[in-house]
């Protein structure tokens, strides 16, 4: 059988009782698709037969849905009919599936979807997006755009803090290096190869162009490391740089103004980045991405003058890496698929999805991450967020383990088992092999992040740990568990470690920073507590979160629509006392997997907000207004994988 196809509607109800509480709900329709041909009768779909999907909001029955539910993994789910008889005829109405966030865009509603005959095969069904029944209301309006600011802009993204334009008169399309050394040969040679896989050649590599003008670069002592002052005359470039990333910088802003059709006009920049730390975060666990997608994702860091790659490497649905000590952490925790260990999740339908990135994979990153002077901060998420690695190694779980939590995503008992012995011995392999693959990376990521509240309430192994220390809560002991985490890690592999919010709230001192994601006020108190803090609010930074209010838009809504204007108006320190402006490490991006089906939706939902965060990580503010900033990003290259 084939040519099945799923169509849903999403509604808003009012609570019965009530005339405030809404809730929404799903109905389905499956149908044969047009066209097919044979008999649409129910013969088609024999008794025992079941539906499987995934949504992200989490379905439930309600009892008008005539289904119930086999099945269920966070938003995973198998239904069959309530009577266990035969699906009803075409079409199979499946009606009220009450949803348990409201929804807001169309990619809310079913993913993939499959059928389950009672032998035991699988059909695709085709998921059509999701309407919805009225327009969904948002209970945040668009922001609307900030004022332009009329300052002299040029196409350099983001942009230099400092331009004197000095001359139209003479053109420059390519540069190449006349005076160096070897090491800034090097450099030049890496930002060079970077412009080429961008389609820009602008900076001749092999010194054959003898109409290129010649550029000297030199590094001074009197400019910080990431500093650059950049002059381009009649006849002649001079970069003076602090150091071989100021260099590197002077280099994207002398490629991007090659770039532009005209050529570069003469002029002076002097410039330096805002903040040290300029990050974007890319979820690879939710979805699969080939190796080079990482790769383009450094090379657009580089092109924006980030400093930073964060790579979400576990993660409930998957874990992406080899551990020696522990191979189905990758043979099992890499693959998800029907009749897997790891049920299909995150619109993966049932055949084997995703893998683990190979050693080689992961060199080949940090590779090209050292050549264009990016740091890799490489994360595995502990002790929550840990399905993935329960289902590989189960002799992490606790086996008398009684408590019944679920995540906020819907992932029962997904935390790893403090005061159970091979916890720490698992983490050793785990955190040494991290060190290892990311010899260059200074800090280590060790997540901490939506930890139940609750967890191992019903766990003898943690009972016995907590009662051994006089711990109560669950932060209590979630914060003992880092402690003893964060001291393995620096003795074992010296390395930093950073974490999310509520790990450093909970008590923990990171030894390198901590991320605010929640909310900006999430930053002050991070700050207030003595932290470093990297600022990510969701409302302003998750580049999952769609970009607007309309229900076809790509994205999620917890934080709300994140409108370019948002990001471009977020003030990282704002509401910060003075005395605290120093505990501002950085700004990053996050880009979560959840709704991000393909490379198109990631490139819709990572541009041009990335270019405003790099801005104003960089500049300080947008030069020019949104509109200019929007304009510049759309004339950057995208980069192919
Ligand atoms: C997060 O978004 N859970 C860090």
Redesign the pocket.
């Known amino acids: 059988m084939d040519g099945v196809i799923l169509r849903s509607t999403y509604r808003r109800r009012l609570d019965a009782g009530s005339d405030t509480t809404w809730f929404g709900t799903f109905d389905l329709e499956l149908d044969r698709k047009p066209g097919t041909s044979g008999a649409c009768d129910a013969t088609d779909l024999p008794r025992g037969s079941r539906l499987a999907l995934w949504c992200a909001m989490q379905l439930e029955p309600s009892d008008a849905s005539g289904v119930r539910v086999v099945e269920r993994l966070a938003g995973h789910l198998v239904l069959e009919p309530i009577d266990g008889g035969p699906p009803p005829s075409w079409p199979w109405m499946i009606e009220g599936l009450r949803s348990r966030f409201p929804a807001r865009h169309s990619n809310d509603g079913p993913e993939a979807a499959w059928l389950i005959l009672p032998d035991g095969s699988t059909v695709i069904v085709d998921v059509e997006p999701s309407r919805a029944a009225e327009p969904p209301r948002s209970a945040l309006a668009d922001s609307t755009a900030a004022p332009h600011d009329h300052a002299s802009v040029v196409p350099v993204t983001p942009h230099p803090r400092q331009v004197e334009l000095r001359s139209t008169a003479v053109r420059h399309r390519r540069a190449r290096l006349a005076v160096s050394t070897t090491a800034i040969a090097d450099v030049w040679s890496s930002v060079a190869g970077l412009g080429q896989r961008s389609g820009w050649d602008v900076l001749d590599t092999l010194g054959v162009d003898s109409d290129a003008t010649p550029a000297t670069l030199a590094i001074v002592a009197e400019l910080s490391e990431e500093a650059y002052d950049l002059d381009i005359a009649d006849g002649a470039i001079t970069i003076r740089a602090g150091g071989d990333r100021g260099i590197r910088h002077a280099l994207v802003t002398l490629g991007q103004l090659l770039a532009v059709e005209a050529g570069a006009p003469e002029l002076s920049v002097s410039d330096k980045p805002q903040v040290a730390f300029r990050g974007i975060h890319l979820d690879l666990a939710r979805r699969w991405f080939e190796p080079d997608v990482v790769e383009r994702m450094i090379d657009i860091a580089a092109w924006r003058k980030l400093s930073h790659v964060h790579l979400h490497l576990t993660d409930d649905e998957a874990w992406r890496f080899h551990v020696d000590a522990y191979p189905t952490l990758a043979s099992i925790g890499g693959t998800r698929g029907h009749g897997l260990a790891l049920a299909p999740s995150c619109g993966s339908g049932p055949a084997p999805y995703g893998r683990a990135y190979t050693n080689g994979e992961i060199g080949r990153w940090v590779q090209r991450a050292d050549a264009l002077g990016i740091t890799l901060v490489p994360e595995v998420d502990v002790p929550g967020h840990c399905h993935a690695a329960l289902v590989s190694v189960p002799e992490l779980r606790d086996p008398d383990d009684a408590s019944t939590v679920s995540s906020v995503q819907g992932y029962p008992n997904n935390v790893l088992v403090p005061g159970r012995p091979i916890t720490m011995t698992f983490l050793e392999a785990v955190f040494a092999t991290l060190a290892d693959l990311f010899p260059s990376s200074p800090t280590l990521h060790i997540g901490g992040?939506?930890v139940p509240f609750g967890s191992w309430e019903g766990s003898p192994d943690t009972r016995a740990y907590a009662a051994a220390r006089g711990l109560v809560s669950t932060s209590q002991i979630e914060t003992a568990f880092h402690r003893e985490l964060i001291q393995m890690i620096s003795t074992t592999t010296g390395r930093d470690v950073a974490m999310?919010e509520e790990a450093a709230l909970a008590g923990v001192e990171p030894s390198g920073y901590a991320?605010a994601?929640t909310s900006a006020d999430a930053g002050v108190r991070l700050a207030r507590a003595g932290h470093r803090v990297v600022m990510a609010p969701?409302q302003t930074n998750?580049l999952d979160m769609a970009p607007g209010r309309a229900w076809e838009l790509p994205g999620g809504s917890w934080a709300g629509n994140v409108t370019l204007a948002d990001t471009c108006t977020f003030d990282p320190t704002a509401g910060w006392d003075d005395d605290l402006a120093g505990l501002l490490h950085g700004v990053q991006a996050?880009i979560?997997g959840e709704h991000i089906a393909d490379l198109d939706i990631l490139d819709t939902l990572t541009f041009p907000r990335l270019d405003a965060i790099a801005e104003r990580a960089w500049t300080g503010r947008i030069v020019g207004g949104p509109e200019a900033l929007a304009e510049r990003s759309a004339g950057l290259p995208r980069f192919t994988t």
Request: some cysteine.
């Open positions: 992040d939506e999310w991320v994601w969701g998750y996050c979560w």
